[in-house]
């Protein structure tokens, strides 16, 4: 009789515990996925940081954070990535109650682009390890990979010969009259150049910037049609890192630069495109524009993603 009643008891706390998982099991629990920094350069190391917190009385014996990233992230600790189209990573916890959890994922993000995490699966199980339960938690986390950085000599020599006898015209000193716009300020820049009501307002320092009696503006064209089926990504993605390159070469001169490209934004669909512009808020917008350039496997990536 009193093994009969141990079980019995025993039935009844697996009854009792598993009503209060099933109905309880992920009230107060949250999970956060964010980047460390929003931009990197392409092979740069990264870290994606996951945090998770059980605010309840009831703890989470194994707790899986699923989560799906693109296959260019390269994790450290790979053999919790399972690579297919995409990445599937499993991080394991073991929550206890009112406790929160923050994990670092270093990588090497390996190719250009624009990654977001839309979403991370939760699957728990309670004390007897029985389930699973299963919750879904929106996330709304983004980065940018910019192109990689490439040697800039031949770069400069082919920005000078565009430049050419318009070069050698280009004024020294700016025209006062000729008002073209306001920048972010760089210790290049005199104190006579500042904007003070621009800085009340921004609270950074603005300088203004003037027309040069003899303007040169950079206009920068890229074709990323493919031509073929055949058509080689690396080829697609080096027309952009010079691309980068270039503008980059113009606006650090002070050289108003716009690009121009046929190749679909990852997010709009439309071509990419930037107007004219410069200083380094400028090649930032430039660079984050390139990276949302889509060919070949990015847009399938996109497809799969709506």
Partial sequence: MMVFGIMTALAAVLVVQRLFYQWFWDRGLEAKLYFQGKRLWEGEQGELVEVVENRKFLPLAVLHVNVQVDRSFLF??????????????????????????????????????????????????????????????????????????????????????????????????????????IRDYEPKDSFRQINWKAFTRAGSLKVNVYEHAAMIKGEILLNLKEETAWTEEVLLESVIRLGAAAAGQWINQGIPTSIYTNGPDVVTGEAVQVEEGAGAEHMETVLKALSRIGIKADRKWKEGQE
Avoid: H
């Fill in 76 to 181: 450290f600790d790979d053999a919790q990535t399972a690579v297919s189209d995409q990445a599937y990573r499993r991080d394991i916890f073991a929550l206890l109650p009112w406790q929160r959890i923050t994990r670092t994922l270093p990588f090497t993000a390996s190719k250009r682009g624009y990654y977001q995490c839309k979403q991370v699966e939760l699957v728990g199980r309670d004390l007897f390890f029985e389930g699973p339960y299963v919750k879904k938690q929106e996330q709304k986390e983004a980065l940018y990979v910019y192109p990689r950085k490439i040697s800039p000599e031949p770069v400069q020599a082919a920005c000078s010969k565009m430049q050419g006898e318009f070069w050698n015209r280009y004024s020294l000193f700016e025209d006062p009259l000729s008002f073209s716009g």
